[in-house]
């Protein structure tokens, strides 16, 4: 990678990272992944899905599904007590 080939002509990381137009936090914070594991390091790991806490189990939308279809005249409290 270019940045790194320029730190290795140069000995100056300021100057290489200058020239590559990175922040020398961002030059150090890659070094590690670029040594241990070369350009496919840097990829961006991905990111992890997110947790939502207000996502419904899937059994569970189904049982209310059910049962509202079942008791069209009762309401969330009556069916929440049920479930």
């Known amino acids: 990678m270019y940045l790194f080939e320029l730190v290795e ?3 100056n990381v300021s100057e290489a990272c200058r020239r ?3 922040s020398r936090s961002t030059y ?3 070094k590690p ?3 241990k594991e070369g350009v496919e390091g840097l990829r ?3 990111s992890h899905a997110v947790h939502n806490p ?3 189990d ?3 939308e189904r049982r209310i599904t059910d049962l509202r279809l079942e008791h ?3 309401g969330k409290k009556r069916i929440a007590q049920w479930i």
């Open 33 to 35: 992944r670029y040594e």
């Open 58 to 60: 899937p059994e569970i």
């Open 9 to 11: 002509r140069l000995v």
């Open 54 to 56: 207000h996502t419904i």
């Open 20 to 22: 590559a137009k990175v």
């Open 72 to 74: 069209p005249d009762c």
């Open 28 to 30: 150090y914070r890659w």
């Open 44 to 46: 961006e790991p991905k």
